[in-house]
T-cell receptor, first 113, second 116 residues
């Protein structure tokens, strides 16, 4: 299995809702990532987990809450989002050496209304 | 510090003609370099990578790139464009510093348009 699977593919949520994005990989990668991508821009790093521990938080607002329950799963919990948080959210995984690059999922298209 | 500059924000070619997407990098250490492709509303797919082995790197779908240390460049080429190559392309760099480094540095992207 050489894929990163993200669910759901599309999500529309109100500003008072609570929702979660899910990401799963079975490549044995021990580093997992959340990225946010706005239209016509490169992805922006949000969080990095290494060996199931949060190692990087790029000053992301607390309305985004990551969770890594085990080495194969990564969640992003969303609460009280703003319309400007609408974007494509990408999950990725990698070996702990980045010589092999990342494997990205196909993303969740989030719209906040 | 490391940085990546993609010299063209938009490249337009005709089907069957060569493709050249330009990328220059800056890195204090020996870099690893990657090209990723992103089709509309899709995730990023790794096209090819350079990690200090052969300087001419072959990737998927007929793409290749040459690492030129003297020019700090890693340009992406393809001899003959296909309609399905139309997408956004990102040049990416990371450090080979020997320690744990999880950050990739992305260029701003080049939109490739292929005309029939």
């Amino acid at each position: 299995d050489t894929e990163v699977t993200q669910t759901p593919k599309h999500l529309v949520m109100g500003m008072t809702n609570k929702k979660s994005l899910k990401c799963e990989q079975h490549m044995g990668h021990r580093a997992m990532y959340w990225y946010k991508q706005k239209a016509k821009k490169p992805p922006e790093l949000m969080f990095v987990y290494s060996y199931e521990k949060l190692s990087i938080n790029e000053s992301v607002p607390s309305r985004f809450s990551p969770e890594c329950p085990n080495s194969s799963l990564l969640n992003l919990h969303l609460h009280a989002l703003q319309p400007e948080d609408s974007a494509l959210y990408l999950c990725a995984s990698s070996q702990t050496s980045l010589n092999y690059g990342y494997t990205f999922g196909s993303g969740t298209r989030l719209t906040v209304v | 510090a490391q940085s990546v500059t993609q010299l063209d924000s938009h490249v337009s070619v005709s089907e069957g003609t060569p493709v050249l997407l330009r990328c220059n990098y800056s890195s204090s250490y020996s870099p690893s370099l990657f090209w990723y492709v992103q089709h509309p509303n899709k995730g990023l797919q790794l096209l090819l990578k350079y990690t200090s082995a052969a300087t001419l790197v072959k990737g998927i779908n007929g793409f290749e790139a040459e690492f030129k240390k003297s020019e700090t460049s890693f340009h992406l080429t393809k001899p003959s464009a296909h309609m399905s190559d139309a997408a956004e392309y990102f040049c990416v760099v990371t450090l080979n510093s020997g320690g744990s480094n999880y950050k990739l540095t992305f260029g701003k992207g080049t939109l490739l348009t292929v005309n029939p």
